[in-house]
Antibody, heavy 122, light 107 residues
Framework: QVTLRESGPALVKPTQTLTLTCTFS??????????VSWIRQPPGKALEWLAI???????YYSSSLKTRLTISKDTSKNQVVLTMTNMAPVDTATYFC??????????????WGQGTLLTVSS | SYDLTQPPSVSVSPGQAARITCSGD??????VCWYQQKPGQSPILVMY???HRPSGIPERFSGANSGDTATLTISGTQSMDEADYYC??????????FGGGTRLTVL
């Protein structure tokens, strides 16, 4: 059974750096065609993709946010970490991590974490 | 950049077919997937690679993708299908792209 769990602060101040951790089980991120992504959803709004890391350590970022994002993985700990710099109130959202087992064919996300709500406020 | 466009809302009567579209430039050449999201819940994958249903997704869900438009069809729509639906594709320059979402209302 695949599970993913997001962890991180519930509140950050503007200009601070956010660090989110996705801890997963039930699969290995060193297996070919696996990848893990971060996706966010502001309250009442649509899903917004942020970043993705592949089994072979290829990384891809949203063009609108790439200067602020860094994604990394620790295969031994079954974790994927996302850092986002210079946080602002517009970054208030639920942040999800999600897994795809089809990262060579469309990258549909089979499994999602429950999400973690982040508020950016002074 | 690459954009996927969905209608904001679709309404359907119980038992009727609901069709939700997703439009993008030459979308038929890309693998499209669909997610269902109910209030307060995480999205669930209901269709991948245009027309493949994950295990556990009812047969009333089907998908198609051709030209510039992908379509998710729910045959015999039930009240439990009321939710937000998002399409998603992979683009070689924009990478992962989500549509803006469609709220399906079962009247």
């Amino acid at each position: 059974q695949v599970t993913l769990r997001e962890s991180g602060p519930a509140l950050v101040k503007p200009t601070q750096t956010l660090t989110l951790t996705c801890t997963f089980s039930g699969f290995s991120l060193s297996t070919s065609s696996m990848c893990v992504s971060w996706i966010r959803q502001p309250p009442g709004k649509a899903l917004e993709w942020l970043a993705i890391i592949d089994w072979d350590d290829d990384k891809y970022y949203s063009s609108s946010l790439k200067t602020r994002l860094t994604i990394s993985k620790d295969t031994s700990k079954n974790q994927v970490v996302l850092t986002m710099t210079n946080m602002a109130p517009v970054d208030t959202a639920t942040y999800f991590c999600a897994r795809s087992s089809r990262c060579t064919a469309g990258r549909a996300f089979d499994d999602w974490g429950q999400g973690t709500l982040l508020t950016v406020s002074s | 950049s690459y954009d996927l466009t969905q209608p904001p809302s679709v309404s359907v009567s119980p038992g009727q077919a609901a069709r939700i579209t997703c439009s993008g430039d030459d979308l038929g050449r890309k693998n499209v997937c669909w997610y269902q999201q109910k209030p307060g819940q995480s999205p669930i994958l209901v269709m991948y690679q245009d027309n493949h249903r994950p295990s556990g997704i009812p047969e009333r869900f089907s998908g198609a993708n051709s030209g510039d438009t992908a379509t998710l069809t729910i045959s015999g729509t039930q009240s439990m299908d009321e939710a937000d639906y998002y399409c998603q594709a992979w683009d070689s320059s924009a990478f992962v792209v989500f549509g803006g979402g469609t709220r399906l209302t079962v009247l």
